[in-house]
């Protein structure tokens, strides 16, 4: 565990980059930095590697004080990445990548085939491995950036706005890759990024800072979304705050009807039959290949008609079992009919939901949580359960962590 203990850093000019901040840094997790420009994510992160040093507090790492290591010693036990990824211009990746391992004495075959170990870890073709950083595009050289500093296996990982430079699509890859790595490796991983969705999607432990280096709120991005601790914090989430708190709802407990669904080759006597009992909810049917493949829906009225009905397209599909309310209420927002469809591993139709029924599986599920909710908001001044603000004791919550690993979707 990383403690941060009433941490201060005062530059000379009187600029208070961070202000007595206290954080409890959770084991084989992933914590993340999130904030404004300014307000003082990159001081905190290199006052752990110490590349600043504290102007007050302390900083413990399992529970001895870092100053009282070696400072490369103690680097070596934290990997660091940043934007850019930082890598030697002149040196190939795998020379990059067995940077560390080289300076710890291994030889070149060893570091070499710990490199090429990396790459595929990291999701990097190991035809790469004798390029030069300039050959690679942008999100090629984040990857070479994680595995370098994954080289030497360290158990800390400080990550710094790691995959602010790259696109979207890209940046979205190369997250997914750290969740998967991270699920294979179980780092403690400091992330640094003024993007509140980054923090959503990849922090166990989520802490706000606001400027002057203030902890606005600690806490898991879960309950980060249901109950922010004061207006800064909520701003900064954004306006579709309860629509992205959805996310860590799953869908799996709302209710499905297969009434609505009929395979393309049903008879006319089949689909009247069927529409007499859909007709009070929904005039449309939802059509399925011989397999059960959606294909759209149709009004009941000209299928039974056999005439060549008009299918409307049924917009996009939720997984049943992967996916949260989130995505099951975009897919009715997003259907012509306003009926979602949900479908199992093998694409197959697993059922529909009309948005009523995702309404009250909201409501549903917001009650339930609810109760979870009063309990950690009385923990933060009774049990020490969350911290929220400076004055806040920085105890984490395991099983709230636990929680917040399940369905975002
Ligand atoms: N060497 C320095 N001397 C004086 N002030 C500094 C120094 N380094 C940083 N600061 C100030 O400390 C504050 C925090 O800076 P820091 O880089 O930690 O913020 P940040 O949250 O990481 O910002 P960004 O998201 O823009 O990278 C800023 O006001 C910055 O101008």
Redesign the pocket.
Known sequence: MIEIDAVSKR???G?T?VDRLTLEIPDRSITVLV?P????????LRMINRMIEPTDGRILLDGQDIRERPVNALRRSMGYVIQHAGLFPHRTIVENIGTVPRLLGWDRQRSRSRALELMERVGLDQSLAKRYPYQLSGGQQQRVGVARALAADPPVLLMD?PFSAVDPIVRKGLQDELLRIQADLGKTIVF?T?DIDEAIKLGDMVAV?REG?YLAQYAPPNQLLSAPADEFVEDFLGADRGIRHLSFFDASGLELTSEPIVAEDATPEQIRALSARTAPQTPYLLVTDTEGRPLGWSRAADLAAGADAERLPYGHAFHLGRDSLRAALDSAVLSPTGWAVAVDDEGRAAGVAAQETIAEAIRTAHAARSVVTDKVVTGQAGTEKVVTGQAGTGKVVTDEVAMDKGGRS
């Open positions: 530059y000379p000019d600029t980059a904030g420009s300014g307000c003082g994510k990159t001081t905190t706005e640094v003024h800072l280096g």
